[in-house]
């Protein structure tokens, strides 16, 4: 709290420190734009096929192992509820969304509110779930023992691997209420592939690449530690100037496994595209969502397939 500086007056060095603050009025920063102005993004190819890899996970995992029907969702970096229809399609009966950036999560909460054909309760909080507990911001209706299916963090877990007790805190928030059987799902950049393109820089050359959508800046060639390797990362039209952390993998399976979660399933985008594009529930939904057109074609160019590629998905099942 206090502090309200801006993101692109904070000098590069302190940006790296990267912080609550920074994250929070960086995405408060952002413009809700309707759905017209978004066809013209220059990367709406790359959120087309974002967003459909979103409901591929939404529509394997809903409600959990032996998926109970009107799933109960808690969805942790809610943003502007971009995901809100996509849960609805799934035919939640509860979706809980929580975002560190206020603005955010009033436009998710307005966006609810004028759903057509809604039929499913919605409540939405700011709140840092990195750092503080959820039960200090949900009525006690929403914090209960077994009460979610599922846990959602899209595009967001990575910011809490700053530091070790964020990234504790998180896994706290996200594994306290979710049933046993319920399963957290998420989406991350990948950085063993991260990791390999910088290795792949000479010495001497700028820790930097990227193409004309993207580009990512590391800090530092190596890093001791598992947390706070910090990052920036510009994509056109999307996130520039927020730090943030590489998730190293064999470390996050183990620190979700201490909070009574087993991996179930890990696929990169590119993976989950070549897996789920033939089958009857997703392959459909391919060109419904606008990632193809109607002559198969990908709306995506070659620049952004690449920085789509940059991410994967997972699924982790409470298991005790
Ligand atoms: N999940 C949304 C989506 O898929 O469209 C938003 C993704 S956006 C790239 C990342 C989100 O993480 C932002 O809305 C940001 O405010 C949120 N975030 C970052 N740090 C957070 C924190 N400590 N607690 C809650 N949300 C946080």
């Not at 904070?10 to 102005?37: F, I, K, L, M």
């Not at 849960?87 to 603005?103: E, F, P």
Request: hydrophobic letters at 35%; proline letters at 3%; aromatic letters at 12%.
């Amino acid at each position: 709290g206090g502090d309200d500086l801006r993101v692109t007056s904070r000098p590069r060095t302190e940006a790296y420190q990267g912080n609550a603050a920074t994250v929070s009025s960086y995405y408060n920063s952002r413009q809700e734009v309707g759905v017209t102005q978004r066809e013209y993004s220059p990367i709406i190819g790359l959120k087309k096929f974002n967003n459909w890899v979103k409901s591929v996970l939404i529509g394997k995992f809903v409600g959990g192992e032996r998926p109970r029907p009107g799933a109960k969702v808690l969805d942790i970096g809610c943003g502007k509820g971009g995901d809100l229809n996509k849960w609805k399609v799934a035919r939640v009966s509860l979706y809980v969304g929580m975002d560190i950036a206020d603005v955010s999560v009033d436009q998710a909460r307005e966006r609810y509110n004028t759903m057509r054909g809604r039929k499913f309760e919605g409540f939405f909080k700011a709140h840092d779930c990195y750092a503080r507990p959820i039960s200090e911001a949900l009525p006690e209706r929403y914090q209960q023992r077994e009460l979610y299916d599922n846990v959602t963090m899209q595009f967001c877990m990575h910011y809490a691997f700053e530091t070790a007790s964020k990234a504790r805190m998180m896994m706290e928030n996200v594994s306290r209420y979710l049933r046993k059987g319920g399963i957290f799902i998420g989406t991350i950049p990948n950085t063993d592939l991260l990791l390999q393109r910088l290795e792949q820089i000479p010495e001497g050359e700028p820790l930097e690449f990227g193409n004309s959508c993207y580009s990512i800046t590391f800090e530092e060639r190596h890093h001791k530690g598992l947390y706070g390797h910090a990052y920036h990362f510009y994509l056109e039209d999307a996130v520039e100037g927020v730090p943030e952390y590489t998730v190293d993998w064999d470390n996050f399976v183990s620190l979700a496994r201490e909070y009574g979660l087993e991996l179930k399933y890990k696929k990169t985008f590119n993976d989950i595209l070549q897996e789920e594009q033939g089958t009857e529930d997703f392959g459909p939904l391919l060109g419904k969502m606008g990632v193809v057109n109607e002559h198969g074609e990908s709306a995506m160019d070659s620049d952004q397939w690449e920085a789509a590629n940059l991410y994967m998905g997972f699924a982790f099942t409470k298991v005790v």
